[in-house]
């Protein structure tokens, strides 16, 4: 039998699905990018900072600054209604003023009195109401449909979510510069809370802007952190999950959007596939393309060439010959629909599963096996037009994205650390790294090893200028120390 003619849509889906990852890959490499471009919520400035501050121990009690909420002040309940009623009552020009303000701070302005920032602070007086309300629920459900709706599924809470992030961020700005650390402190733990409930149910997109608003907290804790009269956040860091948002929460909550989108999918585990499920699985796809493709599009755009399934054919019956454990000659003989139909459906679950394995290693060893996923992929045949494979150069990347926020974290308890053991040692930094024992430095999450140290004088430096992403591009991190 010969092998049916592609549906005219699917052609204008690959194309569709590649713009959409392609866009997603640019997300995974510039979590900033999720939350705007306004310079007050930008921080990855290469990840690097000077720190000129006092020597001194850990608080006590320990906890004393805590960076999240404290379970014990957590209540019963959903968050996200909380969030959705902030998003209604937020001023219409917010953004504009969150923008030209953070401008003027990068500049060297105070924001403690400034009359533009102390009036959108009244007048969004009921947002931050509402968001330390939200922040304090145990849980978080946005009711996202993705098992219904799939990838087709609209998620208006992104953007107002983003600029929600990006005010709690002005907000902070003028209370460290008014020296209001107890209210700054707030705003952090507000903050890393909104990162942690945005991700709930919001699949992988959820899950960068996550990132992304976790990345800010964490770029406000260094501000603190850069203060010399800074309280030294070392517990407090430490005591930090290990990311707001785990990898492997990220893709466990795309499966099913995924599924949802392709249902017939969810045969390649569990077997049982048929002839029949090749016309599904060729109309589940094209009905997507079709509800992205524009109004005035005429229904055969881009239509896929004819022969495009008779020239995969031979490879899908080379995989049917191969995990069917029968000759070549015997594959010939099966229905072409049914060879097609397992090749696509199976191959979608081996890329998901080839993904999902990176989830069960430390974060490093992710990290560096996440390279190797592309070649992987082309070694075990998984044909490129597979919509499986074209997901897998940004699910690759994920591994990345949560090793770099965790690097911060990792990276600003190093320098808590530094400050208690030149409290201890008369002022003194450490020659090395491992000399410090009472509060010992992490590794760094995205190589397990210990982050790069050199001692000039009385300056210490914290590096890792070596970490790669899944295209070789470096994700420098430089933070230098010096004890007033």
Request: proline fraction near 7%; charged fraction near 20%; aromatic fraction near 6%.
């Amino acid at each position: 039998m010969e092998a049916p003619d592609v549906h005219p849509g699917l052609r204008n889906l690959l194309g569709i699905r590649m713009k959409l990852y392609l866009l997603l890959i640019v997300l995974l490499l510039s979590p900033s990018l999720v939350l705007g471009d306004a310079p007050a919520t930008q921080p990855f400035r290469g990840d690097r900072q000077d720190f000129v501050v006092r020597a001194i121990a850990p608080a006590l009690p320990a906890l004393k600054y805590e960076l999240t909420i404290d379970p014990v002040d957590r209540q019963p309940g959903d968050a996200a209604g909380l969030y959705l009623q902030a998003m209604l009552l937020m001023p219409a020009d917010s953004d504009k003023i969150v923008e030209k303000e953070g401008d003027l701070r990068d500049a060297g302005k105070s924001l403690a009195d400034d009359p533009i920032v102390t009036d959108l602070m009244k007048r969004s007086a009921h947002v931050f109401e509402l968001v330390r309300l939200a922040s304090r629920r145990e849980q978080c459900d946005w009711n996202v449909p993705f098992r219904q709706l799939g990838i087709a599924t609209m998620l208006p809470q992104m953007n107002p979510v983003r600029a929600m992030a990006n005010l709690l961020m002005l907000r902070f700005y003028q209370q460290i510069d008014a020296d209001d650390l107890d209210s700054a402190f707030e705003t952090i733990r507000e903050e890393y809370a909104l990162a942690r409930h945005i991700a709930k149910g919001s699949a992988l997109i959820g899950s960068l802007v996550s990132a992304g608003i976790a990345s800010v907290a964490s770029h406000m804790v260094e501000v603190v952190s850069a203060r010399a009269d800074a309280p030294n956040l070392y517990w407090p860091l430490a005591s930090m999950p290990g990311s707001i948002v785990t990898f492997r929460e990220a893709l466990e909550e795309e499966g099913p959007s995924v599924i949802g989108t392709v249902p017939v999918l969810a045969k390649g585990r569990n077997g049982g596939i048929t002839a029949e499920d090749w016309p599904a699985y060729l109309k589940q796809l094209a009905d997507f393309s079709n509800a992205w493709r524009p109004a005035t599009a005429p229904a055969d755009q881009e239509p896929a060439p004819a022969n495009m399934w008779g020239e995969i054919l031979p490879h899908a019956r080379s995989f049917y010959s191969t995990t069917r454990h029968i000759s070549a000659d015997q594959a010939a003989q099966v229905d072409s629909r049914l060879v097609l139909a397992t090749y696509f459906i199976e191959q979608y679950q081996i890329v998901a599963d080839e993904e999902t394995r990176l989830t069960c290693l430390p974060l490093w060893d992710a990290v560096e096996q996440s390279r190797k996923i592309p070649a992987r992929l082309k070694a075990l045949g998984i044909e490129d037009s597979n919509p499986g494979a074209i997901m897998a150069p940004a699910w690759a990347r994920l591994p990345t994205v949560f090793g770099r926020m965790e690097r911060t974290v990792a990276a600003l308890m190093a320098v808590h650390a530094l400050r208690a053991y030149a409290a201890d040692h008369a002022g003194q930094l450490p020659a090395k790294l491992e000399d410090v024992t009472e509060t010992p430095i992490p590794v760094n999450p995205m190589t397990g090893k210990m982050f790069s140290y050199r001692l000039d004088g009385n300056t210490a430096t914290i590096s890792d200028e070596t970490s790669l992403g899944t295209t070789g591009r470096t994700f420098p991190l430089v933070y230098t120390v010096r004890i007033r």
